[in-house]
């Protein structure tokens, strides 16, 4: 039975992966029919052990809207920060600040951890370093800290994320 419900993930998983690289490439000719398989049988099996011990996740509609609207946040976001990055490199004093800060997630699954952990480091100016799943810390290289309060760096850094990622998978 759990056979099944893994490959049931694996299948659900390449579909996602298949239909996000053909809208990404918007092209539809052999060569990217043919890559976009490849890649979405790799995504498929490299992630599908993350979903394995919730395989309910995906019984419920509701989180499939959440993942909609959080695909536009992390694009803005992410664009924000490119921005900031940008000015960051081409002000002439270089104003940056860089450290690692701490700051406190309520997430508890280890696929809502990796997306988090995953979402701050593909925005320029932030890394996810560690993270402390027994108390709920993730260390993250900023690079222009802005306070070393963790309450006042989770509520500038974590926050949008984590709370759509709260309703996405746990």
């Known amino acids: 039975m759990a056979c099944f419900n893994k490959m049931k993930i694996k299948i659900l998983l390449f579909i996602s992966a298949f239909l996000t690289w053909m809208f990404l490439n918007w092209l539809v000719g052999s060569e990217h029919l043919i890559l976009g398989v490849l890649v979405g049988l790799l995504v498929s099996f490299m992630t599908?052990?993350?979903f394995e011990n919730k395989p309910k996740i995906f019984r419920?509609?509701?989180?499939y809207l959440w993942i909609i609207y959080y695909i536009p946040l992390f694009a803005w976001e992410c664009l924000k920060a490119n921005l900031?990055?940008?000015y960051r490199v081409f002000h002439p004093d270089l104003p940056i600040?860089?450290?690692i800060v701490r700051v406190k997630t309520s997430l508890k699954s280890d696929t809502?951890?990796?997306f988090l952990a995953n979402s701050l480091t593909?925005?320029?100016g932030t890394m996810t370093v560690d993270i402390d799943k027994e108390r709920g810390f993730l260390y993250?290289?900023?690079?222009d800290v802005k306070t070393k309060d963790p309450?006042?760096?989770t509520e500038i850094i974590v926050a949008r994320f984590e709370r759509i990622l709260k309703r996405i998978f746990e």
């Open 60 to 63: 419920r509609p509701w989180r």
């Open 97 to 99: 600040k860089p450290g």
């Open 48 to 50: 599908a052990d993350l």
């Open 151 to 153: 309450q006042e760096a």
């Open 112 to 114: 809502a951890l990796t």
């Open 140 to 143: 993250i290289h900023w690079v």
């Open 122 to 124: 593909l925005k320029p």
């Open 84 to 86: 900031d990055g940008a």
